[in-house]
């Protein structure tokens, strides 16, 4: 049994659980990774995350940013996380009962009988490049934002075409990512059990209002208008691209697992007010 644990850099008290829980685990005889960043803050020898695909389960110390850090390196691992931002959609454990918490989804992945959570992910492709894959979304977007910037846009859903005019950008959501970027664009909230993408258009002229669709459609995104886009993974991972280019957006394998107790997203919501 093999357990990875990455918590927020930079952040005292996400180090200190990260080293209680490694102590608890490693008494229970289960082999215990730290990701660099955690293993400098603790003065132990530490691992890059993109490894963390061999363990058995992730542990994730922070806010849902250190949750989506960690899925990047986690693949098809389930990642249990320990919540020490405000709203925490992604992270249901307290701070306070994460050492118990996490030594019983270790014990419950072991013997078979831990309950495992999936939810979709995304990738993106152009040409004969393919993006990381994005917990959140898959953003297509001009060099820059703002008057006399943006993108000239054809949105088609299976072939057929959805929308077009001039915007920002596109966002290709999944439900976790609705309270994130999608929100602040004015895309609605979806609710993580219902199955399905949104496409939301930022600061469109001639666009559409967000639309969502089966996830397993493919969605593709042409862009003209500009000489230079990117193409961003969950707002981190950008890739220029020279318009005219075709974005390609389909759900990926493996999915998001999230691993432990399941949070109140309505009371996550409130959090937002």
Sequence with gaps: ??????????????????????????????????????AADLSHSGDPIETFDRSDLVVSIGGDGTFLFAARGAGGTPILGVNLGEVGFLNAVDPDDAIDAVAAEAAAIADGTAEIREA????????????????NEVLVQGNRRGPGAGIDFETRVDGSLYSSGHADGVLIVTPTGSTAYNL????PIVHPDVRGLL?????????????????????TVTVTGTDRAIVASDGRLTHPIEPPAEVTITRSDPPLRIAGPTGDFFEALGKLS
């Design 1 to 38: 049994m093999e357990v990875g644990i990455v918590a927020q850099r930079g952040n005292a008290r996400a180090a200190r659980i990260a080293d209680g829980i490694r102590d608890r685990l490693r008494a229970d005889g289960v082999t215990v990774r730290l990701d660099a960043a955690t």
């Design 120 to 135: 979709p992910r995304l990738s993106a492709t152009v040409g004969d490049w393919t993006s990381d894959a994005a917990t």
């Design 184 to 187: 602040s664009e004015g895309g």
């Design 199 to 219: 496409i939301t258009e930022m600061c469109a002229t001639g666009g559409m209002p967000s639309l969502f669709v089966d996830q397993d459609a493919t969605i």
